[in-house]
């Protein structure tokens, strides 16, 4: 079955007045259909840019150095913009960090939600039933009463319901979660993370979550990317990074997180160093001046991406093809 | 342990409406109680984090003890001085000895001076000799070298910035600083540098902190004593040990389950609480949690829980306190 | 201590970013070299010609464009380019004069308004939104028409009627500054208020300011020529480019230069400054920058 995404090497620069930052390199990652696919990072990983480049929605300095991103056979990269605006909402669709900024504050939800179809042939009523549908999906109450109310008459929990309920309303083939719970409150990122998956069971699209929130990931995903400073170093399906981890950083990320911690521990543990300067990217592994189990070669040769078993890919000395 | 800080009975309204507004409108009560009747202490040395969810109050908590908000009832006591009803002048000298880290840490930093300008401010302020050396330590301290000194926040990452923010809370040396998310905007494999600074500076100054955060991951790790809020109200507080074993209000231990796992043999199939917190807006009767409660019966819709003790020394609002385990 | 000491995430770093960036926008280079051509005129005018203002040559009365007169001469026999030049004296000192003063009293009311109690606030604003219902050159007229022409009530007329403008901005971006983070941390170590103002606020208000100010210059020239135009500004004989304009008026059938020389200067300075303006703007404040 072809994968409703998949990216092959993909290296983008952004321009700045001094040397370009190399911000993605050699980016490989797909998603099969019908799966959720997280991709976790820490800040400067490029998981976002990742999300830009899928949408189509990098910055005016951003400049694709090489690689593919395919949307199921078509090349995202290679279409025009007419193409894209029937692509964007109606095949990918897009659920953000902050639900207070992303529905227009002057029109009430039901009003955007029936806009949305607009390419539907459908009587305003079938489509209003449709918003209904949706709504009670995603668990707002009384939903025909209230598809007539305004954003802010809807509580920060309520909105992200609505901006999923949005997002899936064209029936998507791809979903993808930008940090959904970063804004939320714990008890909220738990009816949150519930939601997903009670919509996973009807929907029958992919999702792809993009967080940093080791949690997050773990109660969500099937599949996992973990990227490092524009890099992927690994990915797996999810039981393998939680417990078989392979690359030191997924094994130090997964280290560092306080909530695996079991042990009351009076030094939490950190990764000393810094990302490095993409702007001048390293020779070598990407990951060696912060790495505690790095080798002779891992400062001047790159690791390739080697695959230790059929899903599970490492780009790390420390392993050999096969 | 001694006290250093003792809070007793606070409450801090903010106005909802203008009077005018309030008559026109026939609101009896234009105010919204952000901390309603809360007691709480600090030892010396101690780690107390305070947590809850948007709206909890508890932002309005510390910034109520450092002076920023101020309070309507109740007192603060701080190392014996009543803090509430202090003029501006009065609370100067107070504040050689609380200091406050704040949630953004790139934010509350002045954009345009330079990092050592900030961080001997407020020697600057409060009328004591700029010592060089002196700034030059509280830099080493906290792992930022000299060239640093010229910079500008907007020139530091996030960790740094946080770095800039500790050091500038250390400068006049204080008994007890108040660190509102200190790992807010933080990637984990750096908030643990943050936080192992912070604790060994206590153990090398003694400095007591006052943590308020809603990552109940890291307060297990760093907090001694923890305290619950909801809706401004304190609901549960006790050695951070215990509250984790076994949580004795009901809201604690919904807080407690929602934390995402990082372990997917760990999922679990429902979420452990339904709805949101409740605007202050209104306030629900009773026991304020009881429309979320799992475990309410008749009393909690009407009548509102004291604070009582339980036999660990734990402290709790609830007619019908979780049993153990 | 454990953590080791990091390197800074920009170590190179142009020092003057936003002059270089400036340079690169090519109005806001055309608009500065005319300001400084205006400037460089008034400054030098003694040296770049050999008439004087107002001496009066009936020899040379309406005389056309020529080697002798550049700009001609006007019904005086007045050499009309010197007459521009020292005109352009007047303009710049009125617009140096009541923008500079107008900011200082913005700036002062608009932090005070801003970061001072709250009756203070109310209160100023009722002052603010009194002044400002004046139309400008109404207000000028009755003025000027009571106590007589002359620059200095010019200058003290859009000192008033400017101050609430710039006031009601500084005071906007006070209030949003004074909940920010740095500004509580900056209360919370025990800074008094006129550190605050001073160190705090003042830096993170004035860029903008100045900008908008550069862009009023245009304004308060026009201001001053058409009161001078209209004999309410400048007393006779001085020379100010509304006093060239209306000498020029009288006679535009004969001698158009006249008013092609009154009016270009007043047409220059506007585009000069706005496009200077403009150019700050976009270089200094991002978020108004139109998106390419």
Redesign the interface.
């Known amino acids: 079955m072809t994968p409703v995404l998949s990216i092959k090497n993909l290296s983008i620069d952004f321009l700045t007045p001094g040397r370009p930052v190399h911000a993605l390199r050699e980016v490989n990652l797909s998603v099969p259909q019908n799966r959720i696919v997280g991709i976790v990072g820490e800040s400067g990983s490029g998981k976002s840019t990742v999300v830009s480049a899928v949408m189509r929605l990098l910055a005016n300095n951003a400049e694709v150095r090489s690689g593919e991103i395919k949307f199921e056979d078509r090349d995202i990269l290679a279409m025009r913009e007419s193409e894209l605006r029937a692509l964007r909402g109606e095949e990918i669709a897009m659920v953000f960090q902050d639900p207070m900024t992303a529905q227009t504050p002057v029109l009430s939800i039901g009003q955007q939600m029936v806009d949305i179809q607009y390419r539907r042939s459908l009587s305003i009523k079938e489509k209003r039933q449709k918003v209904i549908d949706m709504l009670t999906r995603v668990g707002i109450p009384d939903p025909s009463d209230r598809m007539d109310q305004y954003p802010h008459q809807f509580s920060g929990g309520m909105r992200q319901r609505i901006s999923i309920a949005m997002a899936l309303m064209m029936n998507p083939k791809l979903l993808i979660a930008d940090e959904p719970t970063t804004a939320l409150d714990v008890t909220l990122e738990a009816q949150i993370i519930h939601l997903f998956r009670e919509l996973k069971k009807s929907f029958d699209g992919s999702i792809v979550v993009v967080s940093h929130n080791l949690g997050l990931i773990a109660e969500l995903c099937d599949e996992v990317v973990v990227m490092y400073a524009g890099e992927v170093v690994e990915r797996a399906a999810v039981d393998d990074i939680f417990y078989r981890a392979v690359h030191p950083y997924t094994q130090a990320l997964l280290d560092c997180d306080p909530a695996r911690l079991d042990e009351l521990s009076q030094t939490l543990p950190t990764i000393p160093g810094d990302v490095p300067d993409l702007q001048d990217v390293p020779e070598g592994c990407i990951f060696a001046s912060r790495c505690d189990q790095k080798l002779q070669q891992c400062a001047s040769n790159r690791p390739p991406a080697a695959t230790i078993t059929q899903a599970h890919d490492v780009r790390c000395h420390l392993v050999k093809d096969g | 342990m001694a006290d250093l800080l003792n809070i007793t009975g606070l409450g801090v309204r903010f106005r909802a409406l203008s009077s005018l507004a309030a008559m026109l409108q026939n609101v009896s009560d234009p105010w919204l109680d952000a901390v309603l009747d809360v007691s709480l202490s600090v030892g010396v040395g101690e780690t107390v984090a305070l947590v809850g969810?948007?709206g909890s109050g508890k932002t309005t908590l510390g910034?109520s003890v450092?002076?920023?908000v101020r309070p309507q009832k109740g007192s603060i006591q701080f190392g014996g001085t009543e803090l509430c009803g202090l003029s501006e002048a009065a609370?100067?000298p107070v504040?050689?000895n609380i200091?406050?880290m704040?949630?953004?840490p790139v934010?509350?930093?002045?954009?345009?001076?330079s990092i050592k300008a900030q961080i001997s401010?407020?020697f600057?302020?409060?009328g004591v000799p700029v010592d060089d050396d002196e700034t030059a330590r509280l830099m080493?301290?906290?792992?930022?070298?000299h060239?640093?000194n010229n910079?500008f926040p907007h020139?530091?990452?996030?960790?740094?910035a946080r770095?800039v923010?500790v050091a500038?809370a250390l400068?006049?040396s204080p008994k007890l600083i108040i660190a509102d998310e200190p790992t807010a905007g933080l990637?984990?494999?750096?908030?643990?540098?943050i936080?192992?600074?912070m604790?060994?500076l206590q153990k090398q100054l003694g400095i007591s902190y006052l943590i308020v955060t809603?990552n109940?991951?890291?307060v297990?790790?760093?907090s001694d004593r923890i305290a619950v809020m909801y809706l401004g109200r304190l609901l549960e507080q006790g050695d951070t040990?215990s509250i984790f074993k076994s949580p004795a209000h009901p809201y604690t231990r919904?807080?407690l389950?929602?934390?995402?796992?990082?372990?997917?043999a760990?999922?679990?199939e429902?979420?452990?609480?339904?709805g949101?917190?409740p605007s202050l807006r209104d306030r629900p009767a009773g026991c304020e949690f009881h429309p979320r409660c799992a475990f309410r019966q008749e009393r909690c819709l009407s009548e509102s829980p004291e604070s009582r003790p339980l036999a660990d020394g734990r402290i709790v609002r609830c007619h019908f306190p979780l049993e153990a385990g | 201590m454990s953590a080791p000491a990091s390197k800074p995430v920009r170590s190179t770093q142009p020092r003057f970013p936003g002059l270089r960036q400036f340079f690169r926008e090519p109005l806001g280079v055309f608009g500065l070299a005319i300001v400084v051509i205006l400037v460089l005129g008034a400054v030098f005018a003694p040296y770049l010609t050999d008439y004087a203002p107002n001496a009066l040559d009936i020899k040379s009365r309406l005389a056309k464009p020529s080697s002798e007169h550049w700009l001609g001469a006007d019904h005086l026999g007045r050499d009309t380019f010197t007459r521009v030049l020292y005109g352009g004296r007047v303009a710049l000192k009125v617009a140096a004069w009541s923008i500079s003063l107008a900011l200082l009293g913005g700036l002062l009311l608009g932090m005070l308004a801003g970061y001072g109690p709250r009756w203070l606030d109310n209160l100023l604003i009722l002052v603010f939104d009194a002044v400002r219902s004046f139309p400008t050159i109404m207000f000028a007229l009755a003025i000027i028409t009571l106590t007589g022409p002359s620059i200095n009530m010019v200058i003290m007329v859009i000192v008033i009627t400017s101050i609430p403008v710039y006031a009601r901005i500084v005071r906007t971006q006070t209030m949003a500054l004074r909940e920010s983070e740095f500004v509580l941390a900056a209360r919370s170590v025990g800074t008094g208020w006129f550190r605050m103002l001073y160190l705090h606020i003042l830096p993170n208000v004035i860029g903008p300011l100045l900008i908008l100010a550069s862009m009023d210059i245009p304004v308060v020239v026009t201001i001053e020529s058409g009161l001078s135009f209209l004999g309410l500004g400048v007393r006779p004989p001085t020379a100010s480019w509304g006093t060239v304009l209306a000498d020029g008026y009288a006679y535009v059938r004969n001698t158009p230069w006249l008013l092609v020389a009154g009016g270009v200067p007043l047409i220059l300075t506007t585009l000069g400054f706005t496009f200077m303006g403009e150019a700050l703007r976009d270089v200094f404040d991002p978020t108004l920058k139109k998106r390419d």
């Not at chain 2, 509350?108 to 001076?113: C, M, P, T, Y």
């Not at chain 2, 080493?140 to 070298?145: P, R």
């Not at chain 2, 990637?187 to 540098?193: A, F, K, N, P």
């Not at chain 2, 389950?257 to 997917?264: G, I, K, R, S, W």
């Open positions: 969810e948007s910034r450092m002076g920023l609370y100067k504040r050689r200091a406050m704040f949630q953004d934010a509350s930093l002045s954009r345009r001076r401010e407020p600057k302020v409060h080493e301290l906290v792992g930022l070298n060239s640093f910079r020139e530091l990452s996030g960790g740094q770095r923010g500038r400068t006049l990637d984990v494999s750096v908030q643990g540098e936080l192992n600074l604790r060994d809603h109940l991951p890291v297990r790790h760093i040990r919904v807080l389950d929602a934390v995402p796992q990082p372990d997917p760990k999922r679990r429902l979420a452990s609480i339904e949101e917190v």
